[in-house]
Structure formats: structure tokens, C-alpha cells
């Protein structure tokens, strides 16, 4: 969410987001979160924590003076899916 830039009438650039998207994943890849992710150590590896774990991650890795992250869809399958909006945990 934010201002639309005059020549791309985009609110960021894609492979912007993709890389804050991508270097959040990272963090959680391929690892036991409950013993190699900090958060985790103190909230249990849950989807709903994982979800605010992500929204977190990579609206930190957004420019501070850019567009704010409104929401973070997680699904585990076809009939559960997780999100959270805004700042959380």
C-alpha cells in the first residue's frame, strides 16, 4: 500500500518485492524452526506464527520510506490458509 510512482503506476517495483519476499523465505527454508529461527524459540512453529513471521520479515525488508505491506497469505493446503495484516508478533 502506498503512492503510485507517476511513470510505472505501480505501488513498487516487482523484482523489488520479489527479492524482500525471497530474502525472508530464506530465513525459513529447509530449516527446523523451532531450533534454527530465534522467533521460533519462543513462539511454537505454527502456521498462524509462521504467517507473522513472514509479514514481519519482509516489511523489514522494505524501504522504510516506501510502500507498507498489508497482508500475508500462507496456505497449508486448499481449505487452510493463514494470513496476517499488519505489524504482528
Known amino acids: 500500500e502506498g503512492p503510485l510512482d507517476d511513470r510505472t503506476s505501480m505501488v513498487m517495483d516487482l523484482a523489488d518485492l520479489d527479492g524482500s519476499v ?3 523465505l530464506e530465513l ?3 530449516k527446523y524452526l523451532d531450533r534454527d529461527v530465534g522467533f521460533f524459540q ?3 512453529s505454527t502456521t498462524e506464527h509462521v504467517v507473522q513471521f513472514l509479514h514481519q520479515q519482509i516489511q523489514e525488508r522494505l ?3 516506501g510502500p507498507r505491506l498489508v ?10 490458509r493463514f494470513e496476517a495484516e499488519g505489524t504482528s508478533a
Open 63 to 65: 524501504p522504510a520510506d
Open 42 to 44: 519462543a513462539h511454537p
Open 22 to 24: 525471497e530474502s525472508a
Open 71 to 80: 497482508k500475508v497469505e500462507v496456505a497449508e493446503t486448499r481449505n487452510n
Open 28 to 30: 525459513v527454508a529447509y
